[in-house]
């Protein structure tokens, strides 16, 4: 898993937040598993990270303005 699985699945806003915002972080790599960071964060309750998770990498993808 990247250090974007484990901020996701443990809830960490800020960490997903900062290490998204990094312009080479690859928001769709697959874990072991075969599961995305957004992925994982639908495994739990934490909806912050997922919420946050989605706007940004929308951002990111030029998909908001």
């Known amino acids: 898993e990247t250090p974007l699985h484990f901020a996701c ?3 960490h806003v800020e960490v997903v937040e900062y290490l998204v915002s990094h312009p080479l972080t690859d928001t769709r790599r697959e874990n ?6 957004m ?3 639908t495994n739990i309750t934490n909806n912050d990270v997922g919420n946050s998770l989605t706007y940004i ?5 030029g998909k908001l303005c």
Not at 57 to 61: A, E, Y
């Open 39 to 41: 992925q994982v964060t």
């Open 9 to 11: 699945k443990h809830g």
């Open 32 to 37: 072991k598993y075969g599961e995305t960071p």
């Open 57 to 61: 990498t929308s951002m990111k993808d």
